[in-house]
């Protein structure tokens, strides 16, 4: 599946047709070790409308992380003074920690947050260097687990805090389409999380023996406040699910909500796709500021 359809059509999440894995992509330890620059290769053509944040005023750049079983790379961005930033664990899309994501993180430091984005893919395969995204999401995304995303997600927190520069108890998380799904995980998994964004994050469908609950399973159960921006336009996430999601939420005592922009597709945030509006990420993007503030992030 090319980039002018994703977003635009369904996907079979459980069956992606792929093109075949890409020769010398190792299972075993690491294969991502540094980020890569620019856009990753399956989301071009970029786009003109897209938006690039300059560094000017902060501190950004590549890091690497430690994690349980050795390091992930990631990019941090935060302001170049002195001092000690609440925290925004930017979770990835399916493309990985490219130069949209990385964009992301800068736009959260000229807010005044240190804003980290991991490479939460690294062990299962480099989707910079995938051309389809059909084999994205069968070969890389599709055995991601949701206990390592978890984990690493904990050692990402560890590294902003070790660092001196970062205040872990004004925690945030913002992830967008795959990691709009890892946001509503990672807040249940983490209490200490004091205010979550999912965009347009997969509500169910993912079940598998390494992600063993979709976040519908589990959202009377969630205590920590998520604000869920989802598209009218979406054959990712049904209207049906969304109100199954919303009834859920509504028990769980959070003080969750969901937000569904009328009349915009699945993606409506990434400005370098043609799923973009621009409307609707102006206003999401307000929405994601006052809730992180709102909730002590």
């Known amino acids: 599946m090319k980039l002018m359809q994703y977003g635009l059509k369904p996907i079979d999440f459980a069956n992606p047709k ?3 894995e890409p020769q010398g992509l190792s299972r075993r330890g690491f294969v991502v070790t540094s980020l890569a620059s620019g856009f990753a290769v399956a989301s071009n053509p970029v786009l003109a409308q897209a938006i690039t944040t300059d560094t000017q005023g902060l501190t950004a750049g590549e890091i690497s992380i430690v994690v349980a079983d050795g390091k992930i790379p990631g990019y941090r961005a935060m302001p170049a003074k002195r001092g000690q930033y ?48 059909g084999a994205i999401l069968s070969q890389v995304v599709a055995k991601v687990p ?28 913002v992830g967008y389409c795959w990691g709009g799904r890892a946001a509503w995980i990672y807040a249940r998994h983490n209490p200490k999380v004091k205010a979550a964004v999912a965009y347009y994050g997969l509500l169910d469908g993912m079940k598998s023996d390494i992600k ?43 003080g969750s909500e969901i937000v569904v922009f009328p009349g915009v597709n699945h993606g409506f945030n990434a400005d370098y796709r043609p799923t973009y509006d621009k409307t ?12 992180l503030r709102d909730h002590g992030v």
């Open 18 to 20: 792929s093109t075949p």
């Open 86 to 133: 609440p925290v925004v664990l930017v979770v990835q899309e399916i493309f990985g920690v490219h130069e949209h994501i990385k964009d992301v993180c800068r736009r959260f430091a000229k807010l005044g947050y240190y804003a980290i984005a991991p490479e939460l893919f690294a062990r299962q395969g480099d989707v910079a260097k995938m051309t389809d995204i």
């Open 146 to 173: 949701d206990a390592q995303v978890s984990s690493d997600l904990d050692a990402t927190v560890a590294f902003a805090k070790a660092s001196g520069s970062a205040d872990t108890r004004k925690l945030g998380v």
């Open 212 to 254: 063993p609950q979709d976040p519908v399973d589990f959202a009377s159960e969630i205590k920590v406040p998520v604000l869920g921006l989802y598209a009218g336009i979406d054959d990712f996430v049904k209207p049906a699910v969304i109100e199954q999601m919303r009834n859920g939420i509504a028990k769980s005592g959070s």
């Open 280 to 291: 609707a990420a102006t206003y999401a993007a307000k929405l994601t500021r006052d809730w």
